[in-house]
């Protein structure tokens, strides 16, 4: 029997007088106000210290028959990082431009709804602003004078054309866990050392996510996306996570987008039994998500200070097999180009 949980209209609020409206979703939560949470750590504390377990970020994957990106601007409230990882598909090659910077140098605002994300700087810029009240995401970047990196600059549209997946879930009681991912068409603009070039609007797409959440003080979890067209011009993509959340056969934001629709998915398994480097293999009980992920180029990072830890992986790697819909049919993934994640970090 194909998997199925209660998926909804979301709430105008995350969450309402100090309770979490838990769930999953499929339309944006216009305020997304987790620090009403009452006591998200377990205990009384002042809104100030509960802002410094929250951990926020807000993240795109861009995809064309040219490029696979993630960018993303990223505070835990100790450091702020922003990372553009840009995979050219023809050479094999992965670059990196990355900021690590206090916290308090980059924004991550409140929600998708006339809102601005961003990080600025003379050699790297992330620019995101948000207005999803009008089905729309704006992207633009830049990055120059990286050692080993071509100076690459970005200045993209994309058009809300799936439904999202919006959840609040707990990682314990009332301590929530906010995402907001959806699937998106985009058109724009790529230019490399300064040569522009047009996306091709048959081929470029984007998922953002938007994300907060009052993390265990040891952050542990494990991620496979992907997203493209098909042979025959449907777009589609999945998202698929096992991290720390409770009774994950109710609460999960695992999905597939295809042909406009979101499709929940079951809990999975993210498994690599030869090591991170080799072929990750992603199945669930319910055998409808049986794919394997196979790393390509990895942006590794592990940093170990006193009791503080930063253990990552980031692949970005091609995709193969298959994920069952709602009805079903078999919506294959082979060749497809997306990325994973092992993040183990604790801060």
């Known amino acids: 029997m194909t998997y199925s949980r209660p ?3 979301a709430p105008i609020d995350a969450v309402s007088n100090g309770i979490c409206n838990m769930g999953t979703f499929n339309s944006a939560i216009q305020n997304v106000n987790l620090l009403d949470t009452r006591n998200p750590l377990g205990i009384p504390a002042p809104k100030r210290l509960n802002n410094l377990r929250l951990k926020e970020w807000q993240a795109i994957q861009f995809s064309d028959e040219h490029w696979f990106m993630c960018l993303a601007v990223y505070n835990t409230k100790t450091l702020g990082t922003a990372i553009i990882m840009a995979f050219n598909k023809q050479e094999r090659k992965m670059y990196r431009y990355e ?13 998708l709804h006339n809102s601005h994300c961003y990080y600025h700087h003379k050699n790297l810029s992330i620019d995101i602003r948000n207005d999803l009240a009008n089905d729309k995401i704006h992207l633009s970047f830049q990055a120059k004078d990286f050692k080993g990196c071509p100076d690459l600059a970005g200045n993209l549209l994309a058009h809300a054309v799936t439904e999202p997946i919006v959840i609040v879930q707990p990682f314990d009681n009332n301590r929530p866990l906010y995402s907001h991912k959806a699937l998106m068409a985009a058109e724009g603009t790529i230019s490399v050392n300064e040569q522009s070039s047009p996306i091709n609007p048959l081929q470029g797409c984007i998922i953002i996510d938007d994300h907060k959440g009052f993390y265990p003080l040891e952050m542990k979890y494990d991620w496979v996306t992907a997203l493209g067209y098909s042979s025959t011009g449907v777009l589609q993509g999945f ?20 042909n406009g629709k979101m499709h929940p998915l079951p809990p999975v398994s993210i498994d690599r039994p030869n090591g991170v480097d080799q072929t990750w293999i992603i199945k669930d009980r319910h055998n409808q998500v049986d794919l394997t992920f196979t790393p390509l180029a990895d942006v590794p990072l592990k940093i170990k200070i006193g009791v503080s830890l930063v253990d990552y992986h980031g692949p970005t790697g091609k995709l193969s097999g298959h994920i069952l819909d709602q009805t079903g049919e078999k919506v294959i993934f082979d060749a497809f180009i997306g990325m994973g994640e092992q993040k183990a970090i604790r801060m």
């Open 239 to 258: 998202n698929l996570t096992d991290n720390q959340i409770q009774n994950p056969n109710k609460y999960n934001e695992n999905c597939l987008w295809l």
């Open 99 to 111: 900021h690590k910077v206090p916290f308090w140098k980059l924004n991550v605002p409140s929600g």
């Open 7 to 9: 998926v909804t209209t």
